[in-house]
């Protein structure tokens, strides 16, 4: 087992500026997430496409292939 060394100089656990910036956005944004609304706004669906549009578009290259692995 080691020996305690009581003669290591003590680091000040003082943020830097940089962190404490950081720390500053990310409080931010967790405080306007927060006070977002509860409530999902609705919006609407995209129609669904028929089983025209399928038989007008192009079938891709290689559709038809069959890959096993």
Do not use: C, N, W, Y
Not at 13 to 28: I, M
Not at 31 to 60: G, I, M, N, Y
């Amino acid at each position: 087992m080691s020996a305690i060394r009581p003669d290591l100089p003590s680091i000040p656990l003082t943020p830097s500026p940089a962190r404490a910036s950081r720390s500053d956005f990310f409080k931010a944004a967790l405080d306007a997430v927060q006070s977002a609304p509860a409530e999902p706004s609705l919006r609407a669906a995209a129609p669904r496409p028929t089983p025209a549009t399928f038989e007008d578009r192009p079938t891709r290259p290689g559709a038809l292939l069959d890959i096993r692995v």
